[in-house]
């Protein structure tokens, strides 16, 4: 009876998604939050371009604010020699002891990979890095990235295989992104200073403007409408389809697609990092991952 429940349970919530799976939209649903004049939005607010020139980049962000859910977006990255730009890809609230969920995609010199960078920060304190090489070329295609957030886990999915997990370990004491709004936003920017190989490789402006494309936003999130939504948000219930204990952690098949990921994709772990943390790692490495 109770496998019962919970099946009944998760076809109640798939239904929820699927009545969910409605396009936002560019026009209505972000806004500029700079570089307005190297950005274009098109096809009724399907499609977006964000460009990085020697004078600016840009992005965008969510108008409104959201607690769990799935943020989902396809992407077509930067092609041809893009090193030192980022373009970025992220659920973040606000202040010095903000949450934020990252995708970063670190440019690259022609012919070789980007890298998919993530990390989590909750109450300010981030160091949670993992990086992985993609399977595939981004820049020739769009592909789809999705930042699943709910009270158990965050899951960062590369067209729906899982790349990373981050469980929820309150009970020992370990913050989670919880209790604080998001935005998700997206940036293409100068990190010329960092981001290939530690700052080494610069940016070549004379192939710029660099140019990186989007469509098929997907915000099926519970909107915040204030600290309300701090309960309101978590609790299980059939609309809250992220509630239902199918959500809570993965499944077998995808612990295979995850584990498939990490042994032939993962380039850095922060978790295995002995010389940056002198042995001192964050104490969610010595849990159980996913």
């Not at 798939?14 to 972000?30: C, E, P, S």
């Not at 371009?49 to 020697?54: E, I, P, V």
């Not at 108008?63 to 990255?77: A, D, H, P, T, V």
């Not at 990092?273 to 490495?285: A, I, L, M, V």
């Amino acid at each position: 009876m109770g496998n019962l429940r919970i099946l009944l349970v998760a076809l109640v919530s798939l239904v929820a998604l699927n009545q969910d799976l409605v396009h936002a939209n560019f026009y209505t649903d972000t806004v500029f939050t700079w570089g307005s004049q190297n950005s274009a939005i098109w096809g009724n607010g399907n499609n977006l371009a964000l460009m990085l020139d020697k004078v600016s980049g840009s992005g965008i962000q969510t108008s409104r604010e959201f607690l769990f859910g799935s943020i989902e977006m396809q992407i077509k990255l930067v092609p041809g020699n893009s090193a030192g730009t980022v373009t970025a890809y992220y659920m973040s609230s606000t202040g010095s002891k903000h949450d934020e969920i990252d995708f970063e995609f670190l440019g690259n010199l022609s012919g070789q990979p980007y890298i998919i960078h993530t990390n989590v920060f909750t109450q300010g304190v981030g160091n949670r890095e993992q990086q992985f090489y993609p399977w595939f070329d981004p820049t020739s295609d769009f592909h789809s990235y999705t930042i699943h957030w709910n009270p158990s886990q965050i899951v960062w999915f590369v067209d729906g295989l899982p790349i990373r997990v981050y469980r929820n370990y309150e009970r020992y004491g370990i913050p989670f992104p919880n209790k604080q709004a998001m935005r998700a936003y997206s940036s293409l920017w100068n990190a010329d200073d960092w981001a290939t190989r530690g700052g080494l490789i610069k940016i070549d402006w004379s192939n710029a403007p660099f140019i990186a494309r989007y469509r098929q936003l997907r915000l099926r999130a519970c909107a915040w409408t204030g600290p309300n939504s701090i309960s309101q948000c978590a609790q299980t219930t059939p609309a809250n389809w992220w509630t239902s204990p199918v959500y809570s952690e993965l499944n077998d098949m995808q612990k295979g697609q995850l584990n498939w990921v990490r042994q032939n994709f993962m380039i850095y772990d922060y978790c295995k990092d002995t010389k940056r943390f002198n042995g001192q790692f964050h104490p969610e490495c010595s849990l159980l991952q996913f």
